[in-house]
């Protein structure tokens, strides 16, 4: 005999399909796997279900599967790190096939090598500074949103959102922008 699902399991199943793309996505740019990203973000699902009842009661579920994203992959990469492996650079496999004979889409090129780019650009930079700017700019969380999912003061979002964005465009234009010890 089946359970029959509860309005609270309904509720979080909604909330789920409808955030995963977004948390997903945010979970790439900040460890750059898909695989690992889609881990990390289920990791993320699991803990909010467990604190389901109190978390969307109190209306703030995006900061908290945020925030276990953001978590758990500053552990998956310390975790990384101390076995030795590094992230972005793919074992060495099978050459790509340069007898393809078909045409290829110079403008979704193009748009393949910018993502990559700057997903590269965005592994430069330190994890929190890094995780500010994925909320910010690609899980479109507002200042104060990127505060409460990442456990810091506003102040701490706009600094590091300036500090970060001047970085990138240092990583991405080719010229080294000054660290702020430098400054």
Not at 1 to 15: C, L, Q, R, S
Not at 34 to 45: K, M, T
Not at 87 to 91: A, S
Not at 93 to 99: Q, S, Y
């Given at each position: ?15 789920v ?16 796997d ?12 699991v ?15 995006d ?23 590094v ?5 060495d ?7 393809l ?64 964005l ?18």
């Open positions: 005999m089946a359970a029959v699902p509860t309005p609270v399991d309904t509720d979080f199943a909604g909330y399909t409808r955030r995963w793309p977004v948390v997903v996505r945010t979970a790439y740019l900040l460890c750059g898909r695989a690992a990203a889609e881990d990390l973000a289920q990791g993320a699902f803990a909010l279900h467990r604190h389901w009842a109190r978390v969307s009661a109190e209306g703030a579920p900061a908290y599967v945020h925030r276990a994203v953001v978590n758990a992959t500053i552990r998956h990469a310390r975790k990384q790190r101390k076995e030795g492996v992230r972005g650079r793919p074992d496999g099978p050459e790509p096939d340069a007898t004979d078909r045409p290829v889409d110079d403008a979704g090129f193009a748009r393949v090598e910018q993502l990559d780019e700057l997903r590269r650009a965005l592994d430069e930079l330190p994890p929190r500074m890094r995780a500010v700017l994925v909320l910010r700019f690609f899980g479109q969380l507002t200042e104060a949103e990127t505060a409460h999912a990442l456990d810091c003061a506003v102040g701490t979002v706009k600094s590091h959102t300036a500090q970060g001047r970085r990138l465009r240092g990583l991405l234009g080719g010229t080294p922008q000054p660290t702020d010890a430098e400054l």
